[in-house]
């Protein structure tokens, strides 16, 4: 374990991240498709949620905590509490989003593609909310070991930056 770094295990959880949300993100996709098809009414919300929470982390999440610490970190936006936040939201999203579909789904008769579609998008937004607690945990320890320090301005942990695990 001693040769794998902490930026080598977040550019691979980032990795995973992004995968799990676009699995997410076409089989929801896929069951809102077709139940505006077939009931010719707008998708359940659960649905509609993890859709937003999909393109919510493929678009300004990991594009920010990715490309921040790799190409902008002398800016403000490189700050450890900015990322934590960032990564706070982003695991309340897929939490609140696994959970309510979960939910959703535990109450219907359902069967065929598409009920196995949703369940499926239910699993793999559960193991995508573990990604992000993960990748969130590693940020509330960074904030919690720099406590009290200011020689860097708040910055985030050089040792969390992406360019060192290329």
């Known amino acids: 374990m001693a040769g794998l770094n902490q930026a080598?295990?977040?550019?691979?959880?980032?990795?995973?991240?992004?995968?799990?949300?676009?699995?997410?993100l076409g089989l929801t996709a896929y069951v809102a498709n077709w139940w505006s098809h077939f009931w010719h009414a707008i998708?359940?919300?659960?649905?509609?949620?993890?859709?937003f929470a999909s393109v919510w982390t493929l678009v300004p999440a990991l594009?920010?905590?990715?490309?921040?610490?790799?190409?902008f970190s002398e800016t403000r936006a490189h700050h450890k509490f900015v990322i934590l936040?960032?990564?706070?939201?982003?695991?309340?999203?897929?939490?609140?989003?696994?959970?309510?579909?979960?939910v959703f789904l535990s109450d219907r008769v359902c069967f065929g593609h598409v009920c196995s579609a949703g369940r499926a998008a239910a699993v793999f937004a559960a193991f995508e909310w573990l990604?992000?607690?993960?990748?969130?945990?590693?940020?509330?320890?960074?904030?919690?070991?720099?406590?009290?320090?200011?020689s860097?301005?708040?910055?985030?942990?050089?040792?969390?930056?992406?360019?060192e695990g290329v």
Do not use: C, Y
Request: aromatic share 12%; proline share 4%.
């Open 8 to 24: 080598f295990i977040v550019l691979v959880l980032r990795f995973v991240q992004g995968i799990l949300a676009l699995i997410v």
């Open 43 to 51: 998708s359940p919300s659960q649905f509609n949620f993890l859709i």
């Open 63 to 71: 594009l920010f905590l990715i490309l921040v610490p790799w190409r």
């Open 85 to 102: 936040g960032v990564e706070a939201l982003t695991m309340l999203f897929w939490f609140a989003g696994f959970l309510a579909l979960s």
């Open 131 to 150: 990604a992000w607690a993960g990748t969130m945990a590693m940020a509330v320890m960074h904030v919690l070991r720099t406590r009290g320090h200011t």
């Open 152 to 163: 860097n301005g708040g910055k985030a942990d050089p040792n969390l930056n992406i360019q």
